[in-house]
């Protein structure tokens, strides 16, 4: 068996755990069994964390597969993955890990599974290191959407760190085959409109003191739009544990949606986490790009999976999506090119990411 196996070396370029979800995701999807040796190679406290663990016992249940070395802490594991099958799966970090990032993992398994899926991610909702929940129902979600699937995304609790608590609910059917994307067209901004939240033992002073201060920094770049960030509490039974952010999403006339956002901590005061959001979104309208720096990396998957030439225009590669099209061309037999956006505007800073992705079939359907 060993000699099949895909080695995967998890301590290169970004050398987190975005190669770890990539990689088992399209081993599951493949059929490939895989070891990756020196996971997480690049952070201070190297290995598996609570959230890559309930992430990888996740793909292993879906599919029926054999997990070894899947302890806290452990640099190597080997995956042996079997049939993708719907129902109802549950992965608990019993952290603040972040949600989203185990919704990353099993969503592009669950699509190609026999039958639909119910996913119950517990841990962190709105975490550092990870897209909030609010990005990826507001931008993630209407987006990747365009690869011709659906899916619920119901927020039952939120959890903050340190103790997390949240309960997210993913709802979504297989389909046979993913549609490619052309997001190259960014058309111009219409309306820029967002959500401060507060929760626990937090102030409602603090969601309007955050929404003012992201509204001040937006006005003195573009002056002829309304802005509306609501500020709002996020209800007592509905939230776990203290903790406060704010996201910001600006809408075009294709349809674009590129946002910017950032979390509340003890000491850091509000108006800065209303100003470093208006900054991220500023800077992402700035490029010129289709869409934003969070949402590059996150469609590099679906482009490979998909059946057909997908193109995105984006701002300058981040580090995460070059790492994720080198594990995708490894596992797949997709093909991405990267190119310098030909821009009449010197000013611009925007690349093509194009991909003939492999033309992943459902077998099951």
Do not use: W
């Amino acid at each position: 068996m060993d000699g099949d196996r895909v080695e995967i070396d998890g301590g290169v370029m970004e050398g987190g755990g975005q190669i770890l979800r990539v990689s088992t995701a399209l081993s599951c999807l493949r059929g490939l069994p895989l070891r990756v040796r020196r996971i997480r190679a690049g952070r201070s406290q190297p290995g598996l964390r609570p959230q890559h663990l309930s992430g990888l016992e996740m793909i292993r249940d879906l599919c029926d597969g054999k997990l070894e070395g899947g302890d806290i802490g452990s640099t190597e594991i080997t995956f042996t993955p079997g049939k993708i099958k719907g129902g109802t799966h549950v992965a608990d970090t019993k952290t603040a890990g972040s949600v989203c990032l185990l919704m990353q993992v099993a969503m592009p398994c669950v699509l190609f599974a026999a039958s639909p899926s119910e996913l119950h991610l517990k841990g962190g909702t709105n975490a550092e290191m990870a897209p909030q929940i609010d990005y990826t129902v507001m931008v993630f979600k209407p987006i990747v959407e365009k690869f011709n699937f659906t899916f619920n995304c119901d927020i039952r609790k939120r959890g903050y760190y340190p103790q997390g608590g949240g309960e997210v609910i993913v709802q979504m059917s297989p389909v046979k085959e993913l549609s490619p994307i052309n997001l190259t067209e960014r058309g111009t901004v219409t309306k820029i409109y967002g959500r401060a939240f507060v929760a626990g033992s937090l102030p409602i002073k603090l969601a309007k003191d955050m929404s003012a201060a992201a509204v001040r920094c937006i006005r003195k770049e573009i002056r002829d739009l309304y802005v509306n960030i609501q500020p709002v509490r996020e209800p007592d039974n509905q939230a776990v544990g203290t903790g406060s952010g704010i996201i910001i999403v600006a809408e075009t006339s294709t349809g674009c949606l590129l946002a910017g956002s950032s979390l509340g901590k003890r000491g850091k005061n509000s108006d800065k986490v209303g100003i470093e959001a208006a900054e991220i979104l500023i800077r992402n309208l700035k490029h010129g790009g289709a869409v934003d720096d969070s949402l590059q990396d996150q469609l590099i998957i679906f482009m490979a999976l998909a059946k057909g030439v997908s193109r995105v225009k984006s701002g300058p590669i981040t580090l995460h999506t070059q790492t994720a099209i080198h594990f995708a061309e490894q596992l797949t037999k997709a093909k991405f090119t990267v190119t310098k956006s030909e821009e009449e505007d010197p000013s611009k800073d925007a690349y093509i990411i194009e991909c003939q992705g492999m033309g992943m079939i459902n077998s099951n359907l």
